[in-house]
């Protein structure tokens, strides 16, 4: 199953349906998440997404370039994201919800560690992202962290963090 769906409509709207098929696809899915793009391709000037994750997704902490910065706008569920230095310390865990006090929306810049955990069953969010994309180029990841072909190694990572939330 493809865990991206790009829109090819000039006018699109995300409803309660269209949110619920899309965590749908991401529990379905081996990966644990899923988006669905609200831009037409790569090549958008700006990328958003309503991406869906599960507490099973896991992926290794990341950055993007100098001038690729990243808002997260909560929609459903639970998100912790960590914001670490550049030698893996976490220096910064951001809560969102809808519910309570926590954080409603966060923006990260370029040039930021960071990783997003589902710690709800599933959470839903919009992100936006400065485009066009280029996964090659535009998502790093750091050297002290286990690789996504180390999914044991990235599971005891995870667990790690956790733990400090």
Known sequence: ???????????????????????????????????????????????????????????????????????????SGELATFIFDNTGKVTQVIRQSCSGNQAKLQRIEGNTWHLPICISETVVYHETLVGPYDKASDVITPEWAPSLEDKEGLVTFYEQLKLLL
């Open 1 to 75: 199953m493809a865990v991206a769906y790009f829109n090819n409509l000039d006018v699109v709207s995300v409803d309660n349906k269209s949110i619920n098929h899309i965590e749908q696809h991401a529990i379905e899915s081996e990966q644990g998440h899923y988006r669905f793009c609200l831009h037409h391709d790569n090549s958008a000037p700006i990328q958003e997404m309503v991406i869906a994750l599960t507490k099973h997704a896991i992926f290794p902490p990341h950055k993007h370039p100098l001038g690729k910065s990243e808002s997260i706008h909560i929609i």
